[in-house]
């Protein structure tokens, strides 16, 4: 609850003002109350109490005192001789009688005088402890009483304020309930305003885009029209570039084909062609398993050579399999087996070293269209730029002499291999 929810209102000071009032004029009246009745309850008792022990100790303590002053009297009698030897008995009962009831008013008087002194001091007190024992109780009583009274009394303010609060909510509610209005009504001319804009907005958006697209429309023509002039000049020179460098290449071809026809292999460089193949070919299975996986690439190195060994059975019959006859899993040929094969052809030398080279492309050919297959076009053309990376740092040893380096790269290699514009 905050602070201004405690603040009371007007009405409710006006009740708690009301009644604070009549509290105190209450208590005021109780004290007054008590006072009068211990006067009421205490008066009667106190008199009688204050007579009774007054009149019985004065009786009691005026015949001691004439007791003792008559005895006095009777001895000065005796010793100055007003009483004599030969008075009588009945003489001496005589002024006995006399001489008590002249004494007897006499201390009476003195007696009483000094007794109700301290009789009154004394009952006094007690009727002052009497009075606080009964104003204690008859407190206690009224109190009740008033407390009673007190509540009834709270109770009917607190009926009353409770009437007050549910007034009060009744108007909170009330003006709850117009503010809601006047905010839904602020709310739907709000939202028809914004409607109203956002119709604005969207034509002159519309407007806007439909003249942006007449500009794009032009300016895309325009460039259309630029760029299709652009690239039929660049088509045609690119033409020209391709038509020289094809007459180029067929010349080189013819010459390389003729040169070619004539290279012949004994067997050691047949075995280190077999050998720059396996290196070429171990560059190749690293790069393809980073791309795929391990056993991924040793089953497509593995089918390559058994696809290859279909078309030319001739030249690759038996060159995975091992001296006990079992296939070996790895891919990696057998150069005694490859080689002799191709003696056991009968046909002239330059022809058995086309059909060795051919037979090593062919399973190089299938390795890459295998890969190809197993990744993307884009994949394979990047594995393959880095193998000829690979295999010309391999050549650059140059280990196995530029005639073996050279029909390599022009025989075993495919030409899927080559960038475009290599």
Known sequence: MTPEEKKLTDEEEALLREFEQERSKQKSNMEQDVRDEVKRELADEIKSVMENEVEGAMTRQVNEAVEEEMKSQINQEVEFGVIGEKTTVIDARTMRREMEAELRGKIEEETRAKLEGEFRKRLEEEARKKVEESKAEIEIKIRKEMEEKEKNKKEEILKKLQVLKQMEDEKLKNRDEEIRNMAKEIEERDRAKKEEI???????????????????????????????????????????????????????????????????????????????????????????????????????????????????????????????????????????????????????????????????????????????????????ELMVSELVVKINQIMQKGVLGKKINDLFMAQVVPSTSLKQGD
């Not at 907005?201 to 300016?219: D, G, R, S, Y």
């Not at 010459?255 to 193949?277: G, H």
């Not at 279909?310 to 899993?329: A, C, E, H, Y």
């Open 198 to 380: 956002m119709r604005k907005l969207n034509f002159i958006e519309k407007v806007e885009t439909e003249t942006k697209q007449l500009q794009e429309e032009e300016m895309k023509k325009k460039m259309k029209d630029e760029i299709k002039k652009e690239m039929e000049e660049e088509r045609a020179r690119k033409k020209q570039e391709i038509m020289a460098r094809l007459d180029s290449v067929k010349t080189q071809s013819m010459d390389l084909q003729r040169k070619l026809n004539e290279v012949t292999l004994n067997y050691n460089e047949m075995t280190s062609m077999i050998e720059l193949f396996e290196e070429a070919q171990k560059a190749f299975f690293s790069i393809l398993a980073a791309r795929t996986d391990k056993k991924t690439a040793q089953s497509i190195f593995f089918k390559a050579v058994l696809d290859a060994e279909k078309k030319m059975p001739d030249v690759l019959k038996r060159v995975i399999t091992d001296r006990s006859g079992n296939l070996k899993n790895d891919g990696i040929l057998e150069s005694a087996r490859l080689i002799a094969n191709i003696n056991a052809l009968a046909i002239p030398e330059p022809q058995k070293a086309l059909k060795f080279t051919a037979g090593l492309r062919e399973i190089f050919d299938g390795r890459i269209v295998a890969a190809e297959v197993a990744t993307s076009l884009d994949k394979k």
